[in-house]
């Protein structure tokens, strides 16, 4: 069970080139989740998708789409990268089940994060 | 609006001694509560979580945290810090009527526990 996973760790991209950050997950969970991690900022949710073929916008969702495949995956994508987004790019998945059954249920899962640098 | 607030940016602590890491919220009804731990250059890891039932909830790592419902707070605690958790803290809301699983998360606090 890999849980969740991102490609690629790094990037360093120019302004004006797009790119997109995968995930995935092994976990059957329905939810997912996109957040950027700014110092001082916590995480802020980018987009989600509660289940699979919908997706909705989160806090700061200027600048990026997102594409939920499968699923599985849920992709997120910059069409013309700024240096605004310089940040910290994580993915979760969100536990099945309600209440107190189960350790996943209602837990979001993370993955290991993708650094991405806009020169 | 749903917020969450961790009013120390860095809690420094000597190895042996209690920890504290305070976190309050503001969300109307009653949330679920999550605290994560994010070692360097590494996801967020789950702690603990209060859904419902005892206040105090205890999780991984020796870490409990007590849920405060009159001041809205639900502090973080180990009764002797090691060197190994420090680390960067960051306490979540979610709201307890939403289907979406969407968290609120606070800035975060960087413990330090020295030898």
């Known amino acids: 069970n890999a849980g969740v996973t991102q490609t690629p760790k790094f990037q360093v991209l120019k302004t004006g080139q797009s790119m997109t950050l995968q995930c995935a997950q092994d976990?059957?969970?329905?939810?997912m989740y996109w957040y950027r991690q700014d110092p001082g900022m916590g995480l802020r949710l980018i987009y989600y998708?509660?289940?699979?073929?919908?997706?909705d916008k989160g806090e700061v969702p200027n600048g990026y789409n997102v594409s939920r495949l499968n699923k599985r995956e849920f992709s997120l994508r910059l069409e013309s990268a700024a240096p605004s987004q310089t940040s910290v790019y994580f993915c979760?998945?969100?536990?099945?089940?309600?209440?107190?059954?189960?350790?996943?249920?209602?837990?979001?899962?993370f993955g290991p994060g993708t650094r991405l640098t806009v020169l | 609006a749903q917020s969450v607030a961790q009013p120390e940016d860095q809690v420094n602590v000597a190895e042996g001694n209690p920890l504290t890491v305070k976190c309050t919220y503001s969300?109307?009804?009653?949330?679920?509560l999550f605290w994560y731990v994010q070692y360097p250059n590494r996801g967020l890891q789950f702690l603990l979580k209060?859904?419902?039932?005892?206040?105090l909830v205890k999780g991984s790592y020796g870490f409990e945290a007590e849920f405060n419902k009159s001041q809205t707070s639900f502090h973080l605690k180990k009764p002797s810090a090691l060197v190994s958790d420090s680390a960067l803290y960051f306490c979540?809301?979610?709201?307890?009527?939403?289907?979406?699983?969407?968290?609120?998360f606070g800035q975060g606090t960087t413990l330090q526990v020295k030898p």
């Open positions: 979760a998945s969100l536990g099945v089940g309600r209440g107190t059954s189960g350790r996943g249920a209602d837990t979001q899962y």
């Open positions: 976990m059957n969970h329905n939810s």
């Open positions: 998708s509660a289940s699979e073929g919908t997706t």
């Open positions: 969300v109307s009804g009653n949330p679920y």
């Open positions: 209060y859904i419902t039932g005892d206040n």
């Open positions: 979540a809301v979610r709201d307890r009527g939403s289907n979406t699983g969407k968290l609120i």
